[in-house]
């Protein structure tokens, strides 16, 4: 039986990020269930860092967070883990007013937004279908980050290993019990390790992961989104193009390795699961690639499928659980966990290290109460009742 002072139970982007944190105060150790760090969610996102998605509280971790991406600390990773591209929210006549509602949500975060029309917007990317009937409007961030999901899982899993820290792969925990003070992990090949505090960042996993411990689930629901990879328009150099989203959210795409990535932004709730993508959902992407692009589809090249994971608020979770001493939790990331990774790794390492609480991100207005498991009693009964 190994000790530590930290356990991690997930080897995705969440439990890293954190786990690095934590290995400045003591000894950590990373469990991850596959053989690879961050098989699941974590290498399955399209990794961008924006202002277009989740509620003010999304937003303020995600502008904390941008600090980290922009400037890097030292020897953290030989490339850059971001760089700027911008993003552009498209709407049709009838997306206009929610439009306007993004447009005001994201001003206070980024002075770099503007309001584009057709011209401008083709300009930025050839292939948008614009006019009447089609896209009609846009607002432009210059300031979107694109993230290297994999550059950021793997710096991090250095820097764990860098403090005399363990990551893991290959090790499936498989119950999770009392010993004294401290909680036992025990993996399926039945290696054992012990430590006061447990840190359950096992994303869509997280609520089993719970359940082993005899605590009670936040009420997770991992929702499937899916990606397909088609090739862009013969000759086209597609790598100055915009992250484009619809403001009704019922498609986007971005340019990646010179292939074109397309979702049609679906939320299926499924279970924890090595998530594969369905036909039909891959048929709407490319629907919604020809419908709001005049690139023809003719072939693929790739699709994939991911989980995102939410509970009840869509706010991601992190604090002691109140019904069991030192067990963390560090869940429900949902479509943002890269963007707010840094930020949530921060807010992870204060509560756990019992640190005063950063006044940047008091003065982003994120407090503990938004983010503890506490403030999801309520939110826990509308779920099952729903
Ligand atoms: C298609 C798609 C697009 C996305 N786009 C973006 C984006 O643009 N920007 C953004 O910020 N976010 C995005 N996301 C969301 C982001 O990917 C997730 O929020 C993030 O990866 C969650 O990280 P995680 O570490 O919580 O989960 P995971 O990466 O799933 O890690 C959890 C780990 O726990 C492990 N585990 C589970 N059970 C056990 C066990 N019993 N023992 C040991 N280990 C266990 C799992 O194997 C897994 O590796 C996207 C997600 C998807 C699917």
Redesign the pocket.
């Known amino acids: 039986m190994a000790t530590a002072d930290f356990v991690v139970?997930?080897?995705?982007?969440?439990?890293?990020?954190a786990a690095a944190r934590l290995a400045r105060h003591g000894r950590v150790v990373v469990?991850?269930?596959?053989d690879a760090?961050?098989?699941?969610?974590?290498?399955?996102?399209?990794?961008?860092?924006?202002y277009g998605?989740g509620d003010e509280t999304v937003r303020a971790l995600?502008s904390h967070s941008r600090a980290f991406f922009e400037a890097q600390p030292e020897g953290f990773c030989p490339t850059p883990v971001a760089w700027i591209a911008p993003t552009l929210y498209v709407a049709t006549e009838e997306m206009l007013p929610t439009l306007e509602t993004l447009h005001a949500r994201m001003a206070p975060f980024t002075a770099a937004i503007e309001w584009v029309g057709p011209a401008a917007m083709t300009d930025l990317c050839p292939i948008l279908r614009t006019g009447p009937g089609a896209i009609v409007r846009g607002v432009l961030d210059r300031s979107g980050l694109k993230?290297d999901?994999d550059a950021l899982?793997q710096s991090f899993a250095r820097v764990v290993r860098g403090t005399g820290g363990q990551v893991l792969t290959g090790?499936?925990?498989?119950a999770i019990e009392r010993r004294g003070a401290d909680w036992l992990?025990r993996?399926?090949k039945g290696e054992e390790w012990t430590a006061p505090v447990l840190v359950n960042?096992?994303?869509?996993?997280?609520d089993?992961?719970a359940a082993?411990a005899g605590v009670a689930p936040l009420g997770l629901q991992p929702m499937?989104?899916?990606?397909i990879v088609v090739d862009p328009p013969a000759g086209a150099d597609v790598s100055g193009w915009p992250?484009v989203l619809t403001a009704a959210r019922d498609f986007y795409f971005l340019p990646e390795a010179g292939q074109l990535l397309a979702?049609p932004v679906d939320e299926v709730l499924d279970d924890?699961c090595d998530?594969q993508p369905e036909e039909y959902d891959i048929a709407l992407a490319a629907h919604q690639l020809e419908h709001y692009t005049t690139l023809a589809v003719t072939r693929i090249a790739h699709r994939?499928?991911?989980?995102?994971?939410f509970v009840a608020d869509r706010v991601?979770t992190a604090g002691f659980a109140p019904d069991a001493p030192g067990f963390f939790w560090?869940?429900?990331?949902?479509?943002?966990?890269?963007?707010?990774?840094p930020a949530m790794a921060e807010i992870v390492e204060t509560l756990i290290t019992g640190g005063a609480w950063p006044a940047a991100l008091a003065a982003e207005d994120i407090t503990p109460e938004k983010i503890r498991p506490e403030r999801l009693a309520a939110g826990m009964e509308s779920v099952s009742a729903g």
Do not use: K, N
């Not at 139970?9 to 990020?17: M, N, R, T």
């Not at 960042?201 to 997280?206: D, E, P, S, T, Y």
């Open positions: 139970i997930g080897g995705g982007v969440a439990g890293l990020s469990l991850e269930a596959e760090l961050g098989y699941h969610s974590s290498g399955r996102s399209v990794s961008f860092s924006h998605i995600t993230l999901a899982v090790q499936r925990i498989a992990a993996a399926e960042a096992a994303g869509a996993w997280a089993r992961i082993l499937r989104r899916t990606i992250f979702s924890p998530a994939w499928a991911g989980l995102r994971s991601p560090l869940a429900g990331q949902g479509g943002y966990g890269f963007q707010t990774a």
